[in-house]
């Protein structure tokens, strides 16, 4: 008899367990752990709009040129082609090594990275630290979006990626107003520029230490055959989740098991039924950072565009913009679970596309604030709804790898959507722009709409059937 059929039924009998936990302080808990370490990856992309004046300030991007991408263009671009290396080159490693271990050296990996680009002395090599730093990021996003899926009971997944994203866009104010105040200034002979990235490496080496206690995926550690270790990780958060209750836990229900091996093949994700879904996601991520990141990236820009306004004033006003960040997923989590998750995805996708177009039509600050906020409301449920449905698609065998695959067409899309979003609002200002990612979101639309599958209330294992 296979290591697999041996496995199967101790397997489903602890996937059951897990399936059947109810929403208690502790299940969140965990959540809010793993959403800490996301808190600085969104703190690190935010942060690219913001101090992109401060760099341009200092000069540190005068003159500074790769190919078609110069000056602010080589900035981002080196951002995400490292968040590309990171998913599409490592994003197997999870599968390979542990939810767990690969989760808190990614993020080790992106603080010491980002110090090291705080002291840089000239653009070339900002951007080249800014690459390295990329790459860590992506190996986080990756694990953490499979850490949460496979540790969530299926009744309350899509209310725990809402609350991750409620907890990373938190950080999203924050890094704004901290801008505002630094990166026009000089504190102690640095740029204020510097300052906002120190404090964001800083902070997550402090994340890193206290997420240590961490237990890996049950789900992972079945996989490996060791089945010991899933067994005493599962009655750990049982016994915490009925410590939480004061009460015995609901039995649980039958449940499926996937196929269980160490790790799977990068060809199984190309095999029916993940083929048509591997295709649908590489579409859906190459358009929806159009509309995600050509907002959010270049909010400061854009406002100053529309109203001629300076540095000082578009960072205050984007500022205000951003505290809304937290609100949509906020939002999400009285809805996350109770209709389908690509419809969600749909709504957000229109909701991107017409106010996105109704800003490019404004002139007046506190319209353009209005506009601006409802397109990040909409942002903000794009966000959390793909986090959750891209990592309910794929076995747990393949799970890490399929989702670095197609998440990272996200982010070499984001290269040169930065060099394409600058080329629009110069040949034809924001409404140029908006209508770029109004088109953008339509092919989202199509791509979500018309092929993905259904996914609310099943199991992983059911769902990767």
């Not at 104010?173 to 102690?188: D, E, G, N, Q």
């Not at 500022?319 to 998750?341: C, H, L, Q, S, V």
């Not at 110069?426 to 599958?453: D, E, N, S």
């Amino acid at each position: 008899m296979s290591a697999s059929a041996r496995t199967a039924p101790e397997g489903a009998q602890i996937l059951a367990r897990l399936d059947r936990l109810p929403s208690t302080r502790s299940i969140w808990l965990l959540v809010g752990l793993l959403s800490l370490g996301g808190m600085f990856e969104f703190y690190d992309l935010f942060m690219m709009g913001y101090v992109i004046p401060g760099l341009m300030h200092a000069k540190l991007l005068a003159g500074v040129r790769i190919s078609i991408f110069a000056g602010p263009a080589l900035f981002v671009a080196a951002t995400f082609a490292g968040l590309f290396v990171g998913t599409f080159v490592f994003g197997y490693v999870a599968d390979k090594y542990g939810r767990r271990s690969i989760f808190t050296f990614s993020l080790l990996w992106y603080s010491i990275a980002t110090l090291i680009m705080a002291f840089q002395g000239s653009g070339y090599t900002v951007c080249l630290w800014r690459f390295i730093a990329g790459v860590g990021l992506g190996v986080e996003l990756v694990t953490i979006d499979t850490y949460i899926a496979e540790l969530m009971p299926k009744e309350m997944r899509g209310r725990a990626f809402a609350f991750n994203q409620m907890v990373t866009f938190a950080v999203v104010p924050i890094v704004a107003f901290i801008s505002y105040l630094l990166v026009p200034t000089t504190v102690f002979g640095l740029d204020g520029w510097r300052w906002v990235a120190i404090i964001g490496a800083i902070g997550a080496i402090f994340v890193w230490i206290i997420r240590l206690g961490l237990p890996e995926s049950p789900r992972w550690l079945l996989n490996q055959g060791r089945i010991a270790e899933a067994e005493a990780i599962t009655s750990m958060i049982e016994a915490k989740v009925r410590a939480d209750l004061g009460a015995d836990l609901p039995p649980p229900a039958a449940h499926e098991a996937d196929r269980m091996e160490k790790a799977g093949r990068f060809s199984e994700i190309w095999e029916p039924p993940y083929r048509s879904r591997t295709i649908m996601l590489m579409v859906f991520q190459f358009f929806q950072t159009f509309g995600f990141y050509g907002f959010a990236a270049w909010v400061p820009t854009l406002i100053a565009e529309q109203t001629g306004i300076k540095l000082g004033a578009s960072l205050l006003y984007a500022f205000i913009i951003a505290i809304a960040n937290p609100f949509g997923p906020m939002i999400a989590m009285t809805f996350a679970d109770k209709f389908e998750r690509k419809w969600q995805l749909v709504g957000a996708a229109v909701g991107i596309g017409v106010f996105g177009l109704l800003f490019a039509m404004q002139s007046t600050i506190p319209m353009l604030i209005v506009f601006g906020v409802l397109i990040t409301l909409a942002n903000n449920t794009l966000s959390y709804s793909f986090h959750a449905y891209q990592s309910e698609l794929f076995p747990t065998r393949v799970r890490a790898r399929a989702v670095g695959f197609t998440y990272s067409f996200s982010r070499i899309s984001t290269v040169f959507a930065a060099f394409i979003i600058g080329a629009f609002l110069k040949w034809g200002g924001t409404g140029a722009v908006f209508g770029l990612i109004a088109f953008a979101m339509l092919v989202v639309v199509v791509a979500i709409g018309g092929f993905g599958p259904r996914t609310r209330d099943l199991q992983l294992e059911q769902i990767s059937h």
